[in-house]
């Protein structure tokens, strides 16, 4: 069956600190790779997708950015982390004409 | 482009009473529609979808939602709520002919259910 990981679960970094978010599926290949935000009091927004190894396609322009190093791994950076960057980070996988989420990361940002 | 507007951004019922969250969506082309769960500091979790066929569509806990094409909208409802209902939901659009099938959130409601 496929699984989807996400680690950390929680974070807290001061404002101007680096990131690294990682995100890994089991069970399937290339599959499209996605990381959503969902800040406080607010709904989803897509951040980026990928359809294959070293393919990013930005939605929203800020100071994160994604990597697809590997076929099943997904990760979201940001080299200096604001105020604005606090939120909840979904890491989700397409198939069957559906989505399939992570657990989540909390990242605050102090 | 897809766009969701989800009408409530709170609702709170007694339990055992009937709740419709509303949701209505926008696009230029034919559409999937999804409703998504959140309980309080978790990820999300598929309620329920609409792919093709039935417009109405049973879920899981036993919510429904009904696809209504010519009014562009797709509410769900459950005819008697539980205190463990209470939790984030989302509505989500992708467009089918979307390449990788990128989803459309509306900025959510909470469903708040009350003794």
């Known amino acids: 069956s496929q699984t989807i990981h996400q680690w950390p679960a929680t974070l807290v970094q001061p404002v101007g600190s680096p990131l690294s978010l990682e995100c890994t599926v089991e069970?399937?290949?290339?599959?499209?790779l996605y990381w959503y935000r969902q800040a406080a009091g607010r709904g989803l927004q897509l951040l980026f997708y990928s359809v294959g190894i070293g393919q990013i396609s930005s939605e929203v322009p800020q100071n994160l950015s994604a990597s697809r190093p590997q076929d099943r791994q997904f990760i979201l950076s940001s080299k200096k982390l604001l105020l604005s960057d606090s939120g909840f980070y979904l890491c989700a996988w397409n198939w069957g004409g559906k989505q399939y989420f992570g657990p989540g990361t909390r990242l605050t940002v102090t | 482009a897809q766009s969701v507007t989800q009408l409530d951004s709170q609702v709170p019922v007694f339990e055992e009473a009937p709740v419709e969250l509303r949701c209505n969506y926008s696009s230029s082309v034919s559409v999937y529609l999804f409703w998504y769960v959140q309980y309080p500091n978790q990820g999300l979790q598929l309620l329920l979808k609409y792919l093709s066929g039935s417009t109405l569509v049973k879920g899981i806990n036993g919510f429904e939602a009904e696809f209504n094409k010519s009014q562009t909208s797709f509410h769900l409802r459950k005819p008697s709520v539980h205190i463990s209902d209470t939790a984030e939901y989302f509505c989500a659009v992708s467009g089918r002919e979307t390449s990788g099938s990128r989803l459309t959130f509306g900025e959510g409601t909470q469903l708040t259910v009350n003794p």
């Open positions: 069970g399937t290949s290339n599959p499209n």
